[in-house]
């Protein structure tokens, strides 16, 4: 790489664009390939879960960001499972707002609450938390959409329509300030 000269690197960049171009297909192929097996001791398969949690979102009133976010907050888990709330983030981080992205970070320590006493692990771990600005929208994400998103009787909507805003997502310019507005807390619905 250091012996790169400036036109080698305008000419990758050059190359790139149509792979980069493609990552919400490859977004979308992810959450389809979780469609393809429901864990041991769930109802419901993890892409049915990003999408119930995507439809709560919608029902809430959430704009595109949120509803993205809840559609794809668990993306990472086939890779990642030990921290796939970050990893998650990660995916969605240059195409969101950054409380979205935060919220995503953040929703593994949040979920805690409900379950993390039954594993002996601090259920209040959120609480090292308290002072940002993210808590609340990350402590309601997580008690509106993605908790009880593990239904099978649930109403969900199907993938193909939220296909339209994932690749309304993704075809932003990556890290563009004005889709991030960092220190902006948005409402998480109406």
Known sequence: MKDGTAEDYHLLETLEKPYLALTADRVLDELRRQDEATLEGYKITRM?????????????????DWIVGALLHDIGDGLAPQNHDRFSAE???????????????????????????HYG????????FRDHPCFDSCATFCERWDQSSFDPAYDALPLDHFEPMVRAVFARKAYDSVVLQDGVVSPLGT
């Open 48 to 64: 049915t879960h990003g999408l119930q949690a995507a439809t709560r979102a919608e029902r809430d009133g959430a704009d595109i």
């Open 121 to 128: 692990w601090d259920r209040n771990a959120r609480e090292r």
């Open 91 to 117: 995916v969605i981080r240059p195409f969101v707002r950054w409380d979205v992205a935060w919220v995503v970070e953040h929703h593994g320590i949040f979920q805690m609450i409900y379950y993390g006493h």
